[in-house]
Nanobody
Framework: QVQLVESGGGLVQAGGSLRLSCAAS????????MGWYRQAPGKQRELVTA???????KYLDSVKGRFTISRDNAKNTAYLQMNSLKPEDTAVYYC???????????WGQGTQVTVSS
């Protein structure tokens, strides 16, 4: 069974940067279609960005120009580069298959991102 492991979160001041990583164990794991979700306290989990097998990317309007999704097929790892962070970016970030692009894996524990003002 695939187990997703997110890492790279932390506490950062507004305007700072973080780079999140998503790796997985399990022979059936593929990062061809991958997305980053986030869930803030008291809010529903939302899809922040996604990358398809063909390399097309999509971003939530609120993170366009600040966040960049990428992947390293050789390492079977996906990344989320987050720049110009804002307090409203504070959330637990998860990686998983984007909505509509296949069956999702079991959710990992996520990585906490906290942006102080």
């Amino acid at each position: 069974q695939v187990q997703l492991v997110e890492s790279g979160g932390g506490l950062v001041q507004a305007g700072g940067s973080l780079r999140l990583s998503c790796a997985a164990s399990g022979s059936s794991f593929s990062i061809n279609n991958m997305g980053w979700y986030r869930q803030a306290p008291g809010k529903q989990r939302e899809l922040v960005t996604a990358i398809t097998a063909s390399g097309r990317t999509k971003y939530l309007d609120s993170v366009k120009g600040r966040f960049t999704i990428s992947r390293d097929n050789a390492k079977n790892t996906a990344y989320l580069q987050m720049n110009s962070l804002k307090p409203e970016d504070t959330a637990v970030y998860y990686c998983n298959v984007p909505i509509g692009l296949g069956a999702r894996y079991p959710w990992g524990q996520g990585t906490q991102v906290t942006v102080s003002s």
